[in-house]
């Protein structure tokens, strides 16, 4: 498996304070009946391979890991998972490249993320070093089901979880780390821009909170208040705000980028700091800072817009682009923001230009992550 350019050279060195389980001690059990590979691209995260990796911990040690056939979970009633939600997980790809050899992007950036949730949800510490290992030893084995077509890749979901059968709020004493894969296509279709609902009543994270980790908890709270915003008013997902001057934090599931020009007359792209802990430090997130800086084309910076900044830069016709980002997408263009600015009053709309020289700063991002992932340029 090729790595990325913007992959981290020096290699980890392993501890064993991490966690004991090892690549040397991966065990391999083949499924004796794999399923056919399906021809066309399924719905995003429909289908699963054939083999998972599966490592346990229990009394307070890694167990010998092992990638098996893809099977249902045998859980506990008690499980702490289905009780106080000690869960994580991650989301990274595999791509196969034109010259058909795959790559993965940016693999480490994911595990020290996911370790960095472990933590916080009081689940037991691993080595980022050698579950990447074993992650690419998985890939290896699913090959075959690494899809060719544009836009398309074998999405890789680890994730992390209490299970031992006890109602104590407290650590848990059992987990299972799983990995599963899934081959998918472009999470969107072309590039339709998408509505966002903005309502300062509706926060995600809060300073303190858990914003910052990928954890389970942070999902499921969203979901039912993007139901009522795609109802009432036809968008695809919210515009999460906070405080009294009304940050402008994360798009639905992605981070975000605001494209202008300032009070200042200067280009600008602006996406939230990671510092305050209400954002989720993205992989996709870090690699568009990284290449707007190389370019050097325009200013580049780390801070909160406010909604009063974007109603006001909009009117004036100075907002070029807004866009999400994320593995799932890359990016996500935004056409339109629905603002709930009083809870007594008509939303505002506020429109968002197409790009007027056919060329976005958001398409050429994603050409030249893509052309990494997928042609290995700049490795």
């Given at each position: 498996?090729?790595?990325?350019?913007?992959?981290?050279?020096?290699r980890r060195?392993?501890?064993?304070?991490?966690?004991?389980?090892?690549?040397?001690?991966?065990?391999?059990?083949?499924?004796?009946?794999p399923?056919?590979?399906?021809?066309?691209?399924p719905?995003?995260?429909?289908?699963?391979?054939?083999?998972?990796?599966?490592?346990?911990?229990?009394?307070?040690?890694?167990?010998?890991?092992?990638?098996?056939?893809?099977?249902?979970?045998?859980?506990?009633?008690?499980?702490?998972?289905?009780?106080?939600?000690?869960?994580?997980?991650?989301?990274?790809?595999?791509?196969?490249?034109?010259?058909?050899?795959?790559?993965?992007?940016?693999?480490?950036?994911?595990?020290?993320?996911?370790?960095t949730?472990?933590r916080?949800?009081?689940?037991?510490?691993?080595?980022?070093?050698?579950?990447?290992?074993?992650?690419?030893?998985?890939?290896?084995?699913?090959?075959?089901?690494?899809?060719?077509?544009?836009?398309?890749?074998?999405?890789?979901?680890?994730?992390?979880?209490?299970?031992?059968?006890?109602?104590?709020?407290?650590?848990?004493?059992?987990a299972?780390?799983?990995?599963?894969?899934?081959?998918?296509?472009?999470?969107?279709?072309?590039?339709?821009?998408?509505?966002?609902?903005?309502?300062?009543?509706?926060?995600?994270?809060?300073?303190?909170?858990?914003?910052?980790?990928?954890?389970?908890?942070?999902?499921?709270?969203?979901?039912?208040?993007?139901?009522?915003?795609?109802?009432?008013?036809?968008?695809?997902?919210?515009?999460?705000?906070?405080?009294e001057k009304?940050?402008?934090?994360?798009?639905?599931?992605s981070?975000?980028?605001?494209?202008?020009?300032?009070?200042?007359?200067?280009?600008?792209?602006?996406?939230?700091?990671?510092?305050?802990?209400?954002?989720?430090?993205?992989?996709t997130?870090?690699?568009?800072?990284t290449?707007?800086?190389?370019?050097?084309?325009?200013?580049?910076?780390?801070?909160?817009?406010?909604?009063?900044e974007?109603?006001?830069?909009?009117?004036?016709?100075r907002?070029?682009?807004?866009?999400?980002?994320?593995?799932?997408?890359?990016?996500?263009?935004?056409?339109?923001?629905?603002?709930?600015?009083?809870?007594?009053?008509?939303?505002?709309?506020?429109?968002?230009?197409?790009?007027?020289?056919?060329?976005?700063?958001?398409?050429?991002?994603?050409?030249?992550?893509?052309?990494?992932?997928?042609?290995?340029?700049?490795?």
């Amino acid at each position: 498996l090729a790595l990325s350019m913007l992959r981290v050279q020096l290699r980890r060195a392993s501890d064993v304070s991490q966690g004991k389980f090892h690549l040397k001690d991966l065990k391999f059990v083949r499924t004796p009946a794999p399923k056919p590979i399906p021809v066309e691209t399924p719905a995003f995260g429909s289908v699963v391979t054939d083999h998972m990796l599966e490592i346990d911990y229990k009394n307070g040690e890694w167990q010998t890991p092992v990638i098996r056939p893809v099977e249902p979970i045998p859980m506990h009633p008690l499980a702490k998972v289905l009780h106080y939600c000690p869960t994580i997980f991650e989301g990274l790809k595999a791509f196969r490249g034109v010259d058909k050899e795959i790559r993965m992007f940016r693999t480490e950036a994911n595990m020290a993320r996911m370790r960095t949730s472990a933590r916080r949800a009081a689940l037991p510490d691993f080595c980022p070093l050698q579950l990447e290992h074993m992650i690419e030893d998985l890939v290896r084995k699913e090959q075959e089901w690494v899809p060719s077509g544009e836009g398309t890749s074998l999405y890789i979901r680890p994730f992390l979880f209490g299970t031992d059968a006890s109602l104590g709020v407290a650590r848990p004493t059992e987990a299972k780390l799983i990995v599963i894969c899934t081959p998918v296509g472009p999470y969107a279709s072309g590039w339709k821009p998408i509505k966002l609902f903005a309502n300062p009543e509706l926060i995600r994270a809060a300073p303190g909170g858990v914003g910052a980790f990928k954890m389970g908890c942070n999902y499921a709270p969203t979901i039912a208040v993007t139901d009522d915003a795609t109802a009432a008013h036809g968008c695809a997902q919210c515009l999460w705000l906070w405080g009294e001057k009304q940050w402008i934090t994360e798009a639905g599931t992605s981070n975000l980028f605001l494209y202008w020009k300032n009070t200042d007359d200067e280009l600008e792209l602006i996406t939230p700091p990671t510092s305050g802990g209400l954002i989720l430090p993205g992989v996709t997130r870090d690699s568009i800072l990284t290449l707007a800086k190389e370019w050097g084309e325009f200013k580049v910076t780390e801070r909160y817009p406010t909604m009063k900044e974007v109603k006001e830069a909009a009117a004036e016709g100075r907002v070029l682009e807004f866009f999400g980002a994320g593995t799932a997408a890359v990016v996500s263009p935004v056409s339109q923001i629905v603002y709930q600015e009083k809870s007594d009053k008509s939303p505002v709309v506020i429109d968002i230009p197409e790009s007027k020289d056919g060329k976005p700063l958001y398409r050429r991002v994603h050409e030249t992550i893509t052309g990494i992932q997928v042609y290995g340029r700049g490795k």
